[in-house]
């Protein structure tokens, strides 16, 4: 080094290049900490993922199955109440709860009390006459014999055989009197208790009763929602995408259009659920609690999305396929239709998929228009009154009982498969499609 | 003029230097010396591996994913890519001007600050101050920018720019100057001025300069290598380079008949 | 069911008009395909769309105006001592006539079911006549259609100029959804202004709409000073802003700048996965776990802590907007040159001196503006809240404590009875204002900032 390049003072006798290197150290020392809270900023979110995740699974995966107690049923007809007529009305207005409740005396004649009684006969779900209906309405040569049947066991009891509340007797707080667990303990080393698939989860509509209480009439209320919002949504805007991409002049119009869309995209949903309500509902006299009100409110939600996907999938294609098309002649439609559009269509697709899971989803802008109803029957049309799953998961979150607790996980762990399949959806589609120009 | 400059011992030395991109092979076995003191240009046609080979000497091949090195590549008998180099510290011996001018988004003392303080090299702020002007001087853009030094340096020309990441460059008191095309994105005159520059620097600095330009690499250099497809065809003086190549590439090359 | 009948039908008759228009044009061509202006099948679109068209719009304005043009016939003609009822009864008698006509529901009086049958026997008088009108339309549609096809004529043009009038009137829908949302939040709110002043809801401290609902005070006793909801808002989504913004930006830096590309293969699309999440999840999560988790730990500190605290609602949100902020703010990284990354690191600067003096400050325009995303997604956020953050309308800064949120509090005012003369329920949509404009202005300075420093680097 001469003097000339001696940049530094002369009070410092080394050289730059040994300055640098003093103070490697301590600089190396502060790139491993950064790099080490860079990377705990992503263990923790993904701990919170997992979290999440497994609380929803630990307390979910139980709801797949049901307890079912045995009992074996004297179907006299003086207890249905039906005499000797065997008429399809009769066998369905028949007191079936009554024949049960005098095999579970006649199971534990100990219990002689009303209190006892009663507490004896709230062992089986007050559903579970279900099962002696269908199997007489099948077969009515069944009635004055005596059949061996599976009922489904009250929630109190389900939980108790699940292991969510305690079967110690003797305890404070416990939701199963100590007789009743006495009398489970019995049944259970009968053989007379067993936990079995769940279906009337995957069965029925909403219920007060834990146990009786299924998914069906919200998902297929969802069903319903998402295919007027697919309808309404996806032509309008695979059709103000081409617009926008392939017609409109740059002028403030199609200014004022672009502002709006990305407006729209940043509106609270819950916003939505307030234009559902006074427009469809109080403007319009849409039925209240209908998927197809919520549908409509869906599809107006997640049109940007499918306007902003299907307009990046179409300037996607490059210009050279619409110059070929347009110099052989075709008009400005005809490039479109018959070029660029099914070029785009993987990408607006995907788009649309997204959308619909988030579609799926949303909970909140439906609950302002009435779909937060408890409504016990399956819906037949998307006019009928109807929940959708995620706001089965509001509803029964809400819910006091433990049994309910397990219910939730369930609902939302079918909610999530539905959304993984739809996302996988997605992604496989991209993939398949995938294309490099 | 400094002994040290014409003894010729060789600053940056590379023998049978490979470089891959993935499976592309960009350099095949270099053997170059770069003499310190002086300035050394490297030309050739377009995707040659001149810059490839420019990167190679501070390690900037490095932040390119699949980017392979092998061979030996040394500066004054160190490997460069040694397992136990430290890049930072390679880089700080190293310096580099790029093709576009890159100021930092901060005004232009900070620019010019930010090498001596990232590496610790100003105990105060008066030390710091003086390197800055010292800096810019060298860079001769002082005169043209002291009055508003604590502007944007995006703010001016792109030579003033050029010169303002010459100097950058210089405030870390490298001992070795990478030029990747320098005056590629600038006008005649900002060019003669960075050419001017490179000039003087040459007294203090070892130089290495890509270049596109035959005539620039012709004023301003005084060794001279040329590439082709990822071969070091020659490597001589510059005048002879340019009067008397000895390969029929860079006779071809040098007349305009490719490139 | 009927309608189904009738659109079927109409369907039925648009196909079968194309083939008509189809056949035609070949007929009219004779053996010189070419002598057509346009191909054959555009005259089958253009004869199928005047038969459809105008048949389905009658059917369409029928639709539309069937509600209140039955209500004016149906009331028009009540029965005496229905008519005789006040205006609000009277809306509530119309609901049941309405329900025992359409859905078959029980009548409670003779009255009704009368009203009842009328409606039924107008609506099938109306329909039954809309049904007739929309069917002609068709055929007179298709028949004059195809009476004027020949070879010069210019189906295809008039096809796609159809298409076009189509595809504008479709990208106005967006318009008409903002226009729908200003009008329907501005009316309802000025109704609710004209009980409850302005002044007052903005500025007052006690919220409790509750007690508003009894029938002699209206607007009088409960009070909406909103001024709690909005702290509320701001603490909550405060929390979670200081969760979500630096793990995300630096998940984020992480992710971009350090990951191995099979880490960030792996690790980003599960990053995403807390963006895809119902909100009523993480809704359910932070009551189930979160909140009491918190309230635990408090008592074991020996602190109160509210079982609905605002922690446990703000942190879970943190959590579920750190995928925004990431993506978002990895966007706006990698937006960064290269070159200044290079000249940077041909300083000798280490990555992270580099991410944190280099690229961090000139992507601070571009994380501001993401992190104002966040906040605006924050602000509307309503499950989440709903479900975790409570009702008590507390004017407090204490995160143990629980307050509750304008979404909150909307959804709140809206499920259950709605009565839109009641300040109680017009509230919800001076909230619903209240809330629009906010997240509006945000998400448009947000942009704004946004685009300024992409066009920096462009």
Redesign the interface.
Known sequence: M?E??Q???S??TR???Q??????KR??A??RR??A??????V???T??G??LF??LG?GLSAFTQTYVKLDVTLSPELLGIGEQRTAEALATADYGGVIKDAMYKRFPAAQSRAEKREVAGLISSGADMALRKALAANPELIGTTQTFWLVADDTVDMAIKGYTSRQTGQEGNRLSDKQLGWLAELEADGGVTRRFNSILFSSGDSREPELAGLWGSVVGSVFSLLITLAVSF??GV??A???EE??PKNKWTD??EV?????A??????????G???FL????MPRSAPLVGGLVLA?IC??TI?IAGRAALKAVPPSIREAAAGLGA???QVVTDHVLPLAMPGILTGTILGM?HA?????PL??IGM?AFIVDIPASPLDPSAVL??Q??LW?DSPERAF?ER??AA?IV??IF?AAM?LGAILLRKKFERRW | M?TANTNGTAKVRSRGLEVFYGEKQALFGVDLDIRSGEVTALIGPSGCGKSTFLRCINRMNDLVDGAKVNGSLTLDGDDIYHREV?V??LR??VGMVFQKPNPFPKSIYDNVAYGPR??????DQA?LD??VM??LEKAGLLGEVKDRLQESGTGLSGGQQQRLCIARA??????VILMDEPCSALDPIATAKVEELIDELR???TIVIVTHSMQQAARVSQRTAFFHLGKLIEMGDTEQIFTNPQQPLTQGYITGRFG | MQLFILTAALLALISFGYGVGRRRALAVAGPNLRSLHSLPRYHGYLVALWCGLPALAVVAAWL?FE??LL?ALVIGALPADLAQLSDERLALAYNEVRNVARYGHPASSDSIAEAARHYASLRQTMFLSVAAIAVALAVAGLAAARARIHAGLRA??RV?SI??I???A??????F??I??VL??V??SLRFFQMVPVTEFLFGTSWSPQMAIREDQVGSSGSFGAVPLFAGTMLIAGIALAVAV??????A???S???APKFRSV?KP??E??A??????????A???VAPFIRDLGAKLGLSVASESALAAGLVMG?MI?PFV?SLSDDVISAVPHSLREGAYGL?A????T??QVVLPAALPGIVGSIL?AA?RA?????IV??AAGLAANLTANPLEAVTTV?TQ??TL??GD?E?DSPKTLA??AL?LA??GI??AL??IA?RIVNKYREKYD
Not at chain 1, 282 to 285: A, K, R, S, V
Not at chain 2, 170 to 175: D, G, L, S, T
């Open positions: 001469t000339s390049t940049l530094i003072r009070s410092d050289t730059a290049a300055i640098a290197a003093s103070h490697l600089r190396h502060a790139e950064f790099k809270i860079g990377l705990s900023a992503v923790v979110a993904m919170f993922l979290l999440l609380t929803i307390n032509p309008l059709a103000t081409i617009y926008l017609f409109a004022l259009i709006n869309i990305n407006n729209l940043a509106v609270p949903s819950v916003v939505f659920g307030l234009l309500l006074a427009v109080n403007f319009l006299g107006l049109l940007p306007i008009s400005k439609l899971a799926l989803g949303e909970t909140a609950l302002m937060v995620p706001v998961v509001y979150a607790v939730t996980s939302i909610l999530l959304l996302n | 400094n430290d930072v510290q700080a011996k990232i590496h610790g090299m100003a105990a030390e003086e390197i010292t800096s210089i405030a870390v008191e490298p001992e007294d203090n600095y | 539309a509600p209140s209500h295809r043009n796609e298409v076009s189509f595809l504008i479709a990208s106005t829908v967006a318009i959804t903002t729908g949302i329907s939040l009316f309802e630096p793990l995300g930006l630096l998940a830096i992480y992710m700048e350090y990951a690790v599960l990053l996965v807390l895809g999440i119902p909100t009523v999840v993480y809704g359910f999560f009551a189930l776990t959590i750190i990431s000798g280490t990555k992270s001196e991410i944190k995303l605006s602000i509307g956020e309503t499950m709903v479900m979404t909307i959804v809206l499920v709605q839109f919800a949509f619903g809330l629009f997240t509006l998400n448009g942009l």
